[in-house]
Nanobody, 114 residues
Framework: QVQLVESGGGLVQAGGSLRLSCVDH????????RGWYRQAPGKQRELVAT???????NYANSVKGRFTISRDNAKNTVDLQMNSLNPEDTAVYFC????????WGQGTQVTVSS
């Protein structure tokens, strides 16, 4: 059973960096698609970045050039390196995984102060 657990959120000043990590504790095989979504207060959940098991990536336009997604299939982890953060990046960030079903982590708060 898939069990996605995030870590690495927190408070950072504008222009700073954070690294999020998500591990799948529940399965032996790496999910075909992994990624990150985020949800700001009063807004819908939106895609941040995804990565396939072969390393193909997709980014939201708002984070291109600032965020980098990576994964380690052997360790069943997916990371999100976030640079040049701005207050608009403030949100709860959710780890995402998909095989025949969609799986979500519990979320980790990222707050960027101006």
């Amino acid at each position: 059973q898939v069990q996605l657990v995030e870590s690495g959120g927190g408070l950072v000043q504008a222009g700073g960096s954070l690294r999020l990590s998500c591990v799948d504790h529940g399965t032996i095989f790496s999910l075909p698609l992994r990624g990150w979504y985020r949800q700001a207060p009063g807004k819908q959940r939106e895609l941040v970045a995804t990565i396939t098991s072969r390393g193909a990536t997709n980014y939201a336009n708002s984070v291109k050039g600032r965020f980098t997604i990576s994964r380690d299939n052997a360790k069943n982890t997916v990371d999100l390196q976030m640079n040049s953060l701005n207050p608009e990046d403030t949100a709860v960030y959710f780890c995402y995984g998909r095989d025949l079903s969609v799986h979500w982590g519990q979320g980790t708060q990222v707050t960027v102060s101006s």
